[in-house]
């Protein structure tokens, strides 16, 4: 199973961008996905995450509001739009996916996922 994450850039502060998760080698529907972000000098962090149905979703209290996760697994695919843009959510963004854990919280909190993706940078300029 390989994850792919596409779709960062530079943008200005208070742009938006749409973050990509392709997943290709099995089908994505029975996952917990989510999105994990690392900035400069900092460690890995909580973005937000979606059932595998869809149904339910959890996000980090920074993006709370702005971000919108979503699935797509007809696609293989998990989008993350990202709307007002701040200079602080400036990281490289990976994608991950989790057949063991069945709520978007458990997935937030569990240290190593079944799957982890290539991540995308965003730069977000004030």
């Known amino acids: 199973v390989q994850l792919q994450a596409s779709g960062g850039g530079l943008v200005q502060a208070g742009d938006s961008l749409r973050l990509s998760c392709a997943v290709s080698?099995?089908?994505?529907?029975?996952?917990?996905m989510g999105w994990f972000r690392q900035a400069p000098g900092k460690g890995r962090e909580f973005v937000a995450a979606?059932?595998?149905?869809?149904?339910?979703?959890y996000y980090a209290d920074s993006v709370q509001g702005r971000f919108t996760i979503s699935r797509d697994n007809a696609r293989n695919t998990v989008l993350l739009q990202m709307n007002s843009l701040k200079p602080e959510d400036t990281a490289v963004y990976s994608c991950?996916?989790?057949?063991?854990?069945?709520?978007?919280?458990?997935?937030?909190?569990?240290?190593?996922?079944?799957?982890w993706g290539q991540g995308t940078l965003v730069t977000v300029s004030s």
């Open positions: 991950a996916a989790d057949y063991h854990v069945q709520t978007p919280q458990a997935l937030a909190v569990k240290r190593v996922h079944d799957y």
């Open positions: 979606i059932t595998y149905g869809g149904s339910a979703t």
């Open positions: 080698g099995r089908t994505v529907k029975r996952y917990t």
